[in-house]
């Protein structure tokens, strides 16, 4: 069985949900610490010609809590998430696909949830549906394991657990783990080497990485889908 263990993102980039496809078992983390400068709460769009963030604004609480614990603020909902719409509506309503994609999007940004996982969740959820991605999916807290463990140590704990022969992790992983010391603990370590194709956009060259929804605007449902298997595994 292949696993995948990610933390949440918010509408992430193409290669998130070909890491996804790309395995039976995707393990994503609810009970992780929230970082500040991640990708839980931002992601960046072309917003007037050029890549600019759109960010959930959190509660100011601890900075210990895990992703689970933290809370959006009502100013979000209130003002800025319609704020970011309009600026998605404005900017994008030229892209070829906006009339198909556009609704899916304004109800996953309209979800009222204030937990922060919760809401991240709802929207990487309701796109693997869209996209026709069956893998199952594992809220980590929900594994009988020692939820103290970190980085490599937790991999290899929910990798025997689930008793997976074969873990993938995204290229960048790359300077993290080491394919040897996986193996010294029982653990098949691989690399999913994207191939981010390069699609039509507004700018005059094109930019990599940005949030799925800019790759769902300019591409049919079907173009997307055959995105999700441009990668290679090494």
């Known amino acids: 069985m292949k696993l995948a263990i990610m933390q949440p993102y918010f509408f992430p980039y193409l290669g998130y949900f070909q890491l996804i496809n790309a395995v039976e078992v995707f393990v994503i983390y609810d009970n992780v610490q929230y970082t500040k400068k991640g990708w839980f709460n931002r992601n960046r769009l072309f917003f007037n010609n050029k890549v600019e963030y759109f960010t959930i604004n959190i509660q100011k609480d601890s900075d210990y809590l895990d992703v689970s614990e933290r809370k959006i603020s009502q100013n979000y909902f209130d003002k800025e998430m319609p704020k970011i719409l309009r600026k998605i509506e404005q900017n994008y309503k030229l892209a070829p696909f906006f009339d198909e994609v556009y609704p899916l999007i304004k109800e996953l940004f309209c979800f009222q949830n204030e937990n922060l996982f919760d809401y991240i969740y709802n929207s990487l959820y309701k796109i693997l549906e869209y996209l026709k991605i069956n893998t199952k999916i594992i809220k980590s807290s929900t594994l009988p394991l020692d939820h103290k463990l970190k980085n490599k140590y937790r991999v290899f704990d929910i990798y025997k657990y689930l008793e997976a022969d074969c873990y993938i992790n995204p290229s960048g992983g790359h300077s993290l783990y080491d394919k ?42 079907t173009e997307v889908i055959k995105m999700l298997n441009t990668y290679k595994i090494k």
Not at 190 to 219: H, P, R, T
Request: net charge negative.
């Open 180 to 221: 040897n010391d996986f193996l010294t603990n029982d653990v098949n370590l691989n690399f999913l080497e994207q191939n981010l194709q390069v699609y039509n956009q507004f700018s005059k060259s094109f930019e990599a990485g940005l949030s799925i929804i800019d790759v769902l605007m300019f591409n049919s449902k």
